[in-house]
């Protein structure tokens, strides 16, 4: 076992797991969505909130994961798991996986919707960190062609560090085995090494001049209303925060939370 930082996964076969009572741990990732949801999908997770809130306020790094549906446009896919973690309450830290082991038509066509979902992903929070989940065999059959920039999070029980298979040179994340009937992980790194890789993610990017980078939080999908609220032209607030549209005229009685650009008040 290599020197790292050591979590736990979860979904709702472990239902309300008691995050209180572990020791040792860095992080904690938890199963959020599946598909699109619907019948047979128990998506989103019924556990999800519980993992969510636990995780957090046991002091761990967090993560949730989406289940791939190889036979579902992956861009929708993603908009549906960040819409649910939306609901949740999306951190600027939280780490933000594809689950991608289930065959789709063809190991291409597989590896499409996967890179769909996650160029969608890095539209939807792009300073967010997040990856791809799968297993050796399957991503050397080709359903992990083209996702070798996104840092890999590899199944793989075993004691001895794994060889992550291509498209990637090395892991990031390694499920190495479980303990008392729970997944458990390895970071590729110390606890302070994952911290330092979370932070760079989440570092906000240099703004345009005249403008700044606010949370946000608010009750309604009504760009008008987010416009009024800070003083601002509702086509000013979509050119300065474009991602924006995709909740417009959803009409979702949902929150957004997360950070929107807006003009510097005068001095």
Same mark, same amino acid.
């Given at each position: 076992m290599v020197a790292s930082a050591?979590?736990?996964?979860?979904?709702?076969?472990?239902?309300? #797991?008691?995050?209180?009572?572990?020791?040792?741990?860095? #992080?904690?990732?938890y199963r959020l969505t599946q598909g699109l949801g619907g019948q047979g999908t128990n998506s989103p997770d019924p556990d999800a909130g519980w993992n969510h809130t636990e995780i957090a306020r046991k002091g761990l790094h967090r993560g949730a994961y989406h289940f791939l549906n190889p036979a579902l446009d992956g861009a929708v896919q993603a908009r549906y798991f960040i819409t649910e973690h939306r609901l949740l309450g999306l951190g600027d830290a939280d780490m933000l996986w594809c689950d991608n082991e289930t065959p789709g038509p063809s190991p291409a066509e597989t590896a499409r919707c996967a890179a769909a979902f996650m160029a969608e992903l890095e539209k939807l929070a792009p300073a967010n960190p997040k990856g791809v989940y799968t297993f050796i065999d399957f991503a050397k059959e080709g359903n992990c062609d083209g996702l070798a920039a996104y840092p890999l999070w590899l199944a793989y029980p075993a004691s001895a560090a794994p060889v992550p298979p291509p498209p990637w040179h090395n892991w990031t994340f390694w499920q190495w085995g479980t303990r008392t009937g729970t997944d458990a992980d390895a970071f590729n790194g110390t606890a302070a090494a994952l911290n330092a890789w979370i932070a760079d993610f989440i570092v906000p990017p240099p703004q345009p001049q005249g403008f700044e980078l606010v949370k946000g939080w608010w009750r309604t999908y009504d760009l008008q209303k987010i416009a009024a609220s800070y003083g601002i032209s509702e086509q000013l607030l979509v050119e300065l925060n474009p991602e924006l549209h995709m909740w417009e005229g959803t009409g979702l009685p949902v929150h957004y939370s997360g950070r929107i650009r807006v003009p510097v008040a005068a001095p």
């Open positions: 050591q979590g736990l996964d979860v979904s709702n076969y472990q239902g309300h #797991f008691d995050w209180a009572a572990t020791t040792g741990l860095s #992080f904690g990732c």
